[in-house]
C-alpha cells in the first residue's frame, strides 16, 4: 500500500537559517511520481516539484533543493537562507503513476515557522 | 498553463441544507478530477475519485450519499454537501489530473471552505 510519512510536524528556525523537511514513502510500484506542495493560510496548494520514479538526481531552485533517494525511500526538501514568507505548511505526496486516474496520497504535512 | 477553478471559495451553510461546490478545468478536458477532504492542521484525505460519464468511487468510510459527486463532463466535477451538519465544516480541495501528452500532470483548485452553522 501507498504511504507517505513526514516525521516532523513542526519545525521553527531563525531566518536565513537552513531547513530540511524530511520525507519517506512507501509503494510497491515501481513507476511513480513524488511531490512536494507548499499551503499558506489561505489554503490553496502551490506546487513545488513533481519527480519521477526513474530520475534520481537531484534538483535546485534558487533556494530550494531536493534530494531524492530511492535507496532509503526518501525525498526530502531543503530551504536554504530562509524567509518569513517561506512560513508554511509542506506537504510530500506520491503517486502511483503507472494507472491512470490514481490520485495524489499526502504525508501528514510539516508546518514550517521562520521567525525574523 | 492549464488551471483548475473551484467556486465557491467561501460557504456559510445552516445546519441542514444542501450545498454544491464546483471544479473546473478551465483549459483542458478532464477525465478524472478528485475530492479531497482537509480540517484544521490536518492533512487532505482523499474522498472519492470521479470519471467523466460514471458513477464515482469513494474511499472507504467516504458516505456516498451525503457527498454527492456528479462529472457530468471533461471540465466540470460538482461535490454536493447534503443535509449538511456543523462536523461536515472543512476545506474541500479539488484536483484534476491532465492528458497523457501533458505527463498526466495533476492540477488543484483553490480550495473552498466550508463553515456550517
Known amino acids: 500500500a501507498q504511504k507517505v510519512t513526514q516525521a516532523q510536524t513542526e519545525i521553527s528556525v531563525v531566518e536565513k537559517e537552513d531547513v530540511t523537511l524530511d520525507c519517506v514513502y512507501e509503494?510497491?510500484?515501481?513507476?511513480?511520481?513524488l511531490f512536494w506542495y507548499k499551503q499558506p493560510p489561505s489554503g490553496e496548494l502551490v506546487f513545488l516539484i513533481r519527480?519521477?520514479?526513474?530520475?534520481?538526481q537531484n534538483e535546485i531552485s534558487g533556494r530550494y533543493s531536493w534530494n531524492f533517494q530511492k535507496s532509503t525511500s526518501s525525498f526530502n526538501f531543503t530551504i536554504t537562507a530562509s524567509q518569513v514568507v517561506d512560513s508554511a505548511v509542506y506537504f510530500c505526496?506520491?503517486?502511483?503513476?503507472?494507472?491512470?486516474?490514481?490520485?495524489?496520497?499526502f504525508g501528514k504535512g510539516t508546518t514550517l515557522s521562520v521567525s525574523s | 498553463g492549464a488551471v483548475v477553478s473551484q467556486h465557491p471559495s467561501r460557504v456559510i451553510c445552516k445546519s441542514g441544507t444542501s450545498v454544491k461546490i464546483e471544479c473546473r478545468s478551465l483549459d483542458f478536458q478532464a477525465t478524472t478530477m478528485f475530492w479531497y477532504r482537509q480540517f484544521p492542521k490536518q492533512s487532505l484525505m482523499l474522498m472519492a475519485t470521479s470519471n467523466e460519464g460514471s458513477k464515482a468511487t469513494y474511499e472507504q468510510g467516504v458516505e456516498k450519499d451525503k457527498f454527492l459527486i456528479n462529472h457530468a463532463s471533461l471540465t466540470l466535477s460538482t461535490l454536493t454537501v447534503t443535509s449538511a451538519h456543523p462536523e461536515d465544516s472543512s476545506f474541500y480541495i479539488c484536483?484534476?489530473?491532465?492528458?497523457?501528452?501533458?505527463?498526466?500532470?495533476?492540477?488543484f483548485g483553490e480550495g473552498s471552505w466550508l463553515t456550517v452553522v
Open positions: 519527480r519521477n520514479s526513474f530520475d534520481e
Open positions: 509503494t510497491r510500484d515501481t513507476t511513480y511520481y
Open positions: 484536483s484534476a489530473r491532465g492528458t497523457a501528452n501533458s505527463g498526466n500532470t495533476i492540477y
Open positions: 505526496a506520491l503517486s502511483e503513476a503507472g494507472q491512470a486516474g490514481t490520485a495524489l496520497i
